[in-house]
Nanobody, 115 residues
Framework: QVQLVESGGGLVQAGGSLRLSCRAS????????MGWYRQAPGKQRELVAI???????NYADSVKGRFTISRDNAENTVYLQMNSLKPDDTAVYYC?????????WGQGTQVTVSS
C-alpha cells in the first residue's frame, strides 16, 4: 500500500501559475506510474499528466505546453507545474499512483482559476 499527500492548490488568476506536490509514503522505484488527474464539477475525472517509473511522460492535449510533470526520487515526490492557467483548468486535482494492478489516490486539492 501507499499513502499520497498532496499540496499546492489554491486560487489564481488566469495566466498565473501554481505548482502541485504529491509525496508518496514509499520509494518511487516501487511505483509503476505516478500522475495527476482532475475532476471539474459535473464532469468525469480525467488524466492530466502521468510519468512512468522509467521517466516517460504523457499529457492531456488540453495541458500540453502549459503543464509539466516532474519528480524528486529522493523525496518520493511528484510535481505538477501549471503555467498559463485558464478558468477551464478549475477542478479538484488528484494525485494517482499505480503499483501492480492497484490504483491509489490522494485526497485531492482544489485549483481555482479566476477570469
Amino acid at each position: 500500500q501507499v499513502q499520497l499527500v498532496e499540496s499546492g492548490g489554491g486560487l489564481v488568476q488566469a495566466g498565473g501559475s501554481l505548482r502541485l506536490s504529491c509525496r508518496a509514503s514509499r520509494s518511487m522505484f516501487t511505483i509503476n506510474t505516478m500522475g495527476w488527474y482532475r475532476q471539474a464539477p459535473g464532469k468525469q475525472r480525467e488524466l492530466v499528466a502521468i510519468m512512468t517509473r522509467g521517466g516517460t511522460t504523457n499529457y492531456a492535449d488540453s495541458v500540453k505546453g502549459r503543464f509539466t510533470i516532474s519528480r524528486d526520487n529522493a523525496e518520493n515526490t511528484v510535481y505538477l507545474q501549471m503555467n498559463s492557467l485558464k478558468p477551464d483548468d478549475t477542478a479538484v486535482y488528484y494525485c494517482n499512483c499505480r503499483i501492480g494492478l492497484e490504483n491509489y489516490w490522494g485526497q485531492g486539492t482544489q485549483v481555482t482559476v479566476s477570469s
